[in-house]
């Protein structure tokens, strides 16, 4: 149980073109997305807070228009990169919370997209 | 105040030994400390929590030790195989972080045969 898929695993895309990553859960419903940006041996850096049928919450100092988020269902967040530039080459990978009665902090992990801009 | 420090970088352990990953937090309104196992190219997958009202938890070869009063947890992994080399993350949640984890810096562990 709990799994998080991405799509797709890879990427590669030309400077000023836009790319859109699904993040899903396949075996529960998400109230809450979350989506990360991670850099080679680096930490995990939340980007933004998806939550079903409402604007996203950025992180301070993610700008909004380029990384567009749409949480569509319980199921599936979008993260669309626009007009990508390589400095947006990194590893994107998003996160779920189990939608349950109470709060709940756990989080479930997708395999992770590598954006490639050429 | 969000911040999360682990500890060490780099770890190297011999098969059969302990590995031993420390993290310390500075928020006391978090209350939710997972640490996670990421393999190079994959997502992190969660491999124990703990919550504050217990100050350990076992499960299998993995235990989280707790102390609340030092603000330190940490991760003790038993008879380290090589299948156990991945980078340990800890995390912690809570508060006003409305379900956001913040993780510390990451420990590249690596079990040598």
């Known amino acids: 149980g709990a799994v998080v898929s991405q799509h797709p695993s890879r990427v590669i895309c030309k400077s000023g073109t836009s790319v859109k990553i699904e993040c899903r859960s396949l075996?529960?419903?998400?109230?809450?997305m979350f989506w990360y940006r991670q850099f080679p041996k680096k930490s995990l850096m939340l980007m933004a807070t998806s939550n079903e049928g409402s604007k996203a919450t950025y992180e301070q100092g993610v700008e909004k228009d380029k990384f567009l988020i749409n949480h569509a269902s319980l199921t599936l967040s979008t993260l669309t990169v626009t007009s990508a530039h390589p400095e947006d080459s990194s590893f994107y990978i998003c996160?779920?919370?189990?939608?349950?009665?109470?709060?709940?902090?756990?989080?479930?992990f997708g395999p992770g997209t590598r954006l490639t801009v050429l | 105040q969000q911040q999360v420090k682990q500890s060490p970088q780099s770890l190297i352990v011999q098969k059969g030994g302990i590995s031993i990953i420390n993290c310390a937090y500075e928020n006391t309104a978090f209350d939710y400390f997972p640490w996670y196992q990421q393999f190079p190219g994959k997502g992190p997958a969660l491999l124990i929590a703990?919550?504050?009202?217990?100050s350990e938890k076992k499960e299998g070869r993995f235990t989280i030790s707790f102390n609340k009063s030092a603000k330190q947890f940490s991760l003790h992994i038993m008879d380290s195989q090589p299948g156990d080399s991945a980078t340990y993350f800890c995390?912690?949640?809570?508060?006003?972080?409305?379900?956001?984890?913040?993780f510390g810096q990451g420990t590249i562990l690596t079990v040598h045969p």
């Open positions: 703990i919550r504050p009202d217990v």
């Open positions: 996160s779920a919370a189990p939608r349950s009665g109470g709060a709940t902090d756990t989080q479930y």
């Open positions: 075996d529960f419903q998400a109230t809450t």
């Open positions: 995390a912690a949640a809570g508060g006003s972080s409305y379900g956001k984890l913040t």
